[in-house]
Antibody, heavy 121, light 107 residues
Framework: EAQLVESGGGLVQPGGSLRLSCAAS????????MHWVRQAPGKGLAWVSR????????SYADSVKGRFTISRDNAKNMLYLQMNSLRVEDTGVYYC??????????????WGQGTTVTVSS | SFELTQPPSVSVSPGQTGSITCSGD??????VCWFQQKPGQSPVLVIY???KRPSGIPERFSGSNSGNTATLTISGTQAVDEADYYC??????????FGTGTRVTVL
């Protein structure tokens, strides 16, 4: 069974940094594009970033462009999100998600349980 | 920027049919997914490519997409269907966009 487990969330001051990790298991990680999606407290879902299966192509939401970096280690079945210059509005639950079909980017059918990021002084 | 608008809430009686709309400019030209999210849980994909159901999703969930509006329909609504629902669209120009979300109440 495909499974994603996020970690690395926590409390950080504005302007600080945090690195989120997502451990994948139960599927051939290296063949899937991957996403990060976040959800502010009491709010809706918001796409953050995606990376292609090789790690050679990335894309970001305008709200995080230049501050966040997505990466992956296919040998370790790991997805990462490096978050710098964090703002209060970055607070929320961060999910990693996998599309349904290898080599495609849409229809996220496997989601992790989420890791909580709180940006506050 | 591209936006997807959903009604904040929809109420449905048990056993009845309920529909959730998702509106966006020329949405019918894009593929739409629908996600169900229950409190404290991760989202679950219930419809992809406008109208396809993933394995394990009950047949009472169906979708359509045309013009500027996509619709998720729940037939024979059950109490377990009470949740928040989000549409999501993608294309190479807009990227990945989620709708504003709709809370479905079964009463």
């Amino acid at each position: 069974e495909a499974q994603l487990v996020e970690s690395g969330g926590g409390l950080v001051q504005p302007g600080g940094s945090l690195r989120l990790s997502c451990a994948a298991s139960g599927f051939t990680f290296s063949t899937y594009w991957m996403h990060w999606v976040r959800q502010a407290p009491g709010k809706g879902l918001a796409w953050v970033s995606r990376i292609n299966s090789e790690g050679s192509s990335t894309s970001y939401a305008d709200s995080v462009k230049g501050r966040f970096t997505i990466s992956r280690d296919n040998a370790k079945n790991m997805l990462y999100l490096q978050m710098n210059s964090l703002r209060v509005e970055d607070t929320g639950v961060y999910y990693c998600a996998r599309p349904a079909v290898p080599g495609t980017s849409n229809a996220m059918d496997v989601w992790g349980q989420g890791t909580t990021v709180t940006v506050s002084s | 920027s591209f936006e997807l608008t959903q009604p904040p809430s929809v109420s449905v009686s048990p056993g009845q049919t309920g529909s959730i709309t998702c509106s966006g400019d020329k949405l019918g030209d894009k593929y739409v997914c629908w996600f169900q999210q229950k409190p404290g849980q991760s989202p679950v994909l219930v419809i992809y490519q406008d109208s396809k159901r993933p394995s394990g999703i009950p047949e009472r969930f169906s979708g359509s997409n045309s013009g500027n509006t996509a619709t998720l329909t729940i037939s024979g609504t059950q109490a377990v269907d009470e949740a928040d629902y989000y549409c999501q669209a993608w294309d190479s120009r807009i990227g990945y966009v989620f709708g504003t979300g709709t809370r479905v109440t079964v009463l």
